[in-house]
């Protein structure tokens, strides 16, 4: 029992951090927020997530803590948020769109994504790619669809059920009537190990992450399914200008309060939110991250959520189809 | 390769006393969190997250490379003492390790771990800073195929296991594959096996899986029988024994290094696979296979080598090509990035001053936790002569704990309890829990890169056959399924022939 | 009636109940998509092979059976204590089940007071009380407000 006191020691000096963040207040918030987070810490949900978390406590003069619920792609955190009894603002979600909007279109979830409160969104101007290795044989992205002609495509994607990934292959399918074999990985990383080593044809997945290794000189990103083209890479051409239009597949990281949060709660929340995007030092951690910062307020952020649900209601039938 | 001035740049940056307080802040945060079951070195990395706003990249990555690799031999401490993983890589320790504990070698089996996990994060970070760019695209050649066949090589070694009672160690391996295919299979998108269920969606949780396996049904034994841990008094001081134990088994060391960096640096498979399967590739190598799973020190050896060389191994991919090896070094990566080093194959050029900083954090940290491990070592083993009603409740309760905290869910208890019962009853019955254990941590490897396979090869089985790699891992599996029957025959016909 | 004891062993008892289960689930798994069904029928197919051959062995050849399962050496183990299992699963269960209505913290002192009360030593109260109280505190600081983990979460008690 001696050594157990020994190591209660160090656990005592750690427990006395979160009190020296917490500072006792009157109104909201008084005391800390927790904001669930529907992904695996250390991953492109949770990294911006738990940034933002940071800055926010900055605003909010609470502690603002970070829990990550996993499970159903995310949708186990949305229903266990969206069911909460008491929306007085404490609990909030962070979680990446439109694959939210999959999970509750397709999976026929408890939770309405529409009659969430829209708090606002950071990370975005993030979109889908196509990826090949640097040393392929397919140069552009003509060359794909030509060879697909001949032969069926190995086109490998990440992260499981609901996922964007699972929406990009549906226009790749439908929209570019590409040829091809879906091989599903676990998760991004996966994808662009199997397409360095030659295992599929081409792989996708996010900008944030694909830029990095394209700029290595790993790995060459094709075409973005972006609405222009991107600044980082210039010469990387857009769907749409390889002649798809209606391509487009967003990817971004915001926050939600379940519905009939009070709307002053909302607002506080909300203006957390947009004045931490504004923070030199948030700005500065974004770029040394290489995080792409796209900040909206709620009403544009709501306004995307609508959108979304139109162009995912367009493929809907045949991402039931795949599942 | 690398100029010398920036290895030594790298080396000198580490001996400042702000980073060496923060690699010992790190250290000691990794053990604790390594012996709280539930919490893995993921979640501990991001507790520490806060304290390293405002550093330099290499002072943060100094504190972060303490949780990551004392996280290991935390969760081996209680792995060996008390039977319960408080990480789910430490669970292939426990098969070995707290049979050893029982018979009152506890001090010995944490100085075996404290020792090879130290060797193997030496040796590995060694590997890791000259040959990880070469390791790293060797290991990209391993595509669905080839990690389907790996999986079906490694569990293969069941039919070795299972020899001295074939049909009740077959059953618990069924057993163990037929879970691992509940919940959502993630290559055709369908639900399977989870009796209406939400909560079995993601499968049978490993870590809840474990601790039911193991800890609850020893606290069930225990309670029975109304006894310490450890039946007997401590042997000896266990001081040294453990150290000059490690060395006596040199061969064990280094095949269980291979396999732990060489499954560290694929991206598709962690620490616990690696683990799990040095562990049974030295069941496969030895002659004695009844010794294993009744406190033989080689399985020890074997599972904390092949820990923490994967640890390392973790980061080959990492930090060459910028894909994570496992959850862990996925956290290890996106804390890199939030610091501004990005990973790829020049990150040991340009970041070359941080990176080789961080090795020599690797190092000092293995050296101290060797240190820390035989020093506490006789000291943590005396909670095994704790008093009956006050271990139980103990043990029950961080087992509990280390089950609900994952998920914060009580639907994980009665998982936990579930297996509780399972594994009492399979121990009392002569089932061995090996093959089932596994089979769990290999089945959704071999299943999903079969599937991969067949999908990418439009359901042709030539692609398990396609590449120079492909077939040495196939001659592999059925020599190893055919041995364990020929070798008698083989001794017969030896002896005739004389 | 009287069933024969060899329809009673444990044993014949768990290896019959997997049998069944697994036939269901082979019977289930035609319905998952043909991809996914693969694996799972392949292997609840190998496991109902080896129970059937178990059952053949043990219903009939019961001989063969002693002499592949002969080999593997009894543990040398100490008998337990009937009542003392049985009373133990009470205090897990009980444990659980305190914890699912006020919170895990719970838990703590209802392991410890249930054990302690049913099968622990009599007379050595001071000791017990001192290592709960230790516990519970100590989870109340480390995993409450250092780790967040909502342990004060129950059914009837909600304080997050």
Redesign the interface.
Known sequence: MHSMKKLLVPLLILSIYPSLVQAAQEKFPSRPIKMVITHAAGGSVDLPARAMAQYMQKYLKVSVQCDNMLGGGGRKAMEYVFGQVKPDGYTIVASAFPSRLIGELVYDSKYKMKEYVHLGSWVGGDYRTIFVARDSVFKDFRQVIEESKKRKINVGGGGGLGSTSQLQIVYLKELVKLNLNFVPFDSDAEVTAAVLGKHVDIGTGPLSGAIRNHKSEEIRILAVHAPKRIKEIPEIPTMKELGFDGVVIPYGVGAWAPPHTPKERAKILSDAITTSCKDPEFIKWAEKSSTMLDPMGPEEFYKVTLEDYRSIEKVLPLLKKEK | MVPFDIIFQGIAATFTVQNLFLLLLGL??GV?VG??PG?GP??G???V??FS?GLQATSALVLMSGVYLASSYGGSVSAILVNTPGESASAATLLDGYPMTQRGRGAEALGISATAGCLGAVFGVLALAFTAPLLASL??????AENCLLALFALSVISAIVK?????G??SA??G??LA?VG???????I??TFGL??L??GVPFVQTMIGLFA?SQ???L?????TIS?VELAGSGFLTGFKTTFKHPLTLLRSFIIGLWIGAL??AGRSTASFMAYAEEIRAAKDK?QFGKGNPVGVIAAEMGNNACAMGDLI?TLS????GS?GA??????M????V?????VFIEQGKTIYALFTAFFIESLLILALGLT?AK??A??TL?????I???I??FS??GS??I??S?FD??IT?VF?ALGY?MNK??YSPVPLVLALVL?PM???N???A???S?GSYSIFASSGISLVLVALTFFSLIYPYLSPLLKRWRIRSR | MLIPKKFKEPVFLFNGFLLGAFIVMHHQASRFPERAQKFPKFVLGLGILTLTLWMVAYLFFPALLKFTEGQAEKEDEVAGNRSRYYWSWFCIAGSIVVGYLFGFMFVVPAAFLSYGLILGEKGKWVSLMTVMLAMTLCFYIVFYRTLHIPVLNGVFLNID
């Open positions: 000691i945060v604790v012996i709280l919490i993921a979640a990395m991001v507790l997250l806060p706003v290991a990209l050649r391993f595509g669905p001295r009672n074939p049909i009740k077959l059953i069924c057993i594959l037929v295919t959502a299979d993630e290559v055709s998108n369908s399977r096996f939400e909560a969606e993601d609850i606290v069930l034994t309670s029975e029988q109304n006894q039946s991206p598709a009844s991919p090509l910028g894909i994570p959850v996925a956290v290890f990566l996106g804390i990035i939030i610091f501004g990005i990973p790829g194959h020049k506490y000291y943590f005396k909670i704790v008093r009956n009603d006050l139980v409740p103990i029950l309760v509990l704990l609900y905290a998920q914060n009580f208890l009665l309890a509780g009853f019955h002569g089945g071999l299943e999903k079969f599937q991969r067949l999908i990418m439009d």
